[in-house]
């Protein structure tokens, strides 16, 4: 009797838990996780309230609607954003990304949909007229003796290497965890200069005691980036960038965060 019971129960509940699986298969769209640096406006950044924002946020919740896919954003270490997507703790990552040969080797990137120098950034003081005048211009910035402030894991630090350190010129180079960190160390003094990505660079020193000098030319491409293989998202993503692109939600989004003020 007890046997028939359990016998007949345990069939019942295999049946009914089969059917909320096949519903809940049937009825839900795709996840996908979007790690994100929490400081890197006007790309991407956790706001005051604690929501992820930014021009790649709204781009990439865009695409999600458009392609019928859920997504989930998460701010995740920019040192570690890239492992962090190999071992897949994340799917993609949309946060101001330069495609580089580097990166080529070790993710797929979508169609480049944005494209910045990098800026180098000083304190600016007052003279006697009240005017602000820089501490320094671009040649002084940047040569030798000077402190310089990068994020760490960049193309800041690259192009800094590459192009100061390696050729002799002798000037120090300070990581930081974020170029938001850069700019509060330029401000008390710690740094001479900083050097990040350019819209970066307008909105983190926008009201601040500091100034744009110049820019270096590297003409790079910005990228989603998603693990090696996964064509499907990556086909997701490259489709929703072409319908974004061609509708007007991509004209308001470059106005709200790109050229806009
Ligand atoms: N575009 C530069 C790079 O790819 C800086 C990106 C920094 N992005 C960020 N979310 N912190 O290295």
Do not use: H
Not at 54 to 72: N, R, T, Y
Request: overall charge negative.
């Amino acid at each position: 009797m007890f046997v028939r019971v359990s016998v007949r129960f345990a069939v019942a509940l295999c049946l009914l838990l089969t059917s909320f699986a096949l519903l809940s298969v049937a009825g839900e769209k795709p996840l996908y996780v979007d790690g994100i640096d929490a400081a890197f406006p006007p790309f991407s950044y956790i706001d005051e309230n604690g929501d992820p924002a930014g021009f790649d946020v709204e781009v990439v919740q865009w695409i999600a609607g458009e392609m019928d896919f859920e997504v989930k954003i998460v701010p995740i270490d920019w040192d570690a954003i890239i492992p962090t997507l190999k071992i897949g703790n994340i799917d993609m990552i949309a946060s101001g990304m330069t495609i580089t040969q580097k990166r080529l080797e070790q993710v797929d990137f979508t169609d480049p949909y944005w494209s910045i120098d990098l800026a180098v950034i000083v304190r600016e003081e007052v003279d006697e007229e009240g005017e602000p005048f820089p501490q320094f211009n671009i040649f002084s910035a940047i040569a030798a003796g000077r402190t310089i402030g990068v994020q760490r894991g960049t193309t800041s630090q690259t192009w800094i290497e590459e192009n100061l350190v390696d050729e002799g010129v002798a000037v120090k180079l300070k990581l930081y965890d974020s170029f938001l960190l850069a700019v509060e160390d330029l401000l008390i003094g710690r740094v001479d200069a900083a050097v990040m990505d350019e819209p970066t660079a307008r909105s983190a020193i926008a009201g601040r005691d500091a100034t744009i000098v110049g820019t270096i030319n590297t003409g790079e491409i910005y990228g989603y980036a998603v693990r090696k293989g996964d064509d499907e998202l990556l086909s997701l993503l490259n489709e929703g960038l072409k319908r974004i692109k061609a509708s007007d939600e991509w004209d308001r989004l470059v106005e709200k965060w790109l050229i806009g003020d």
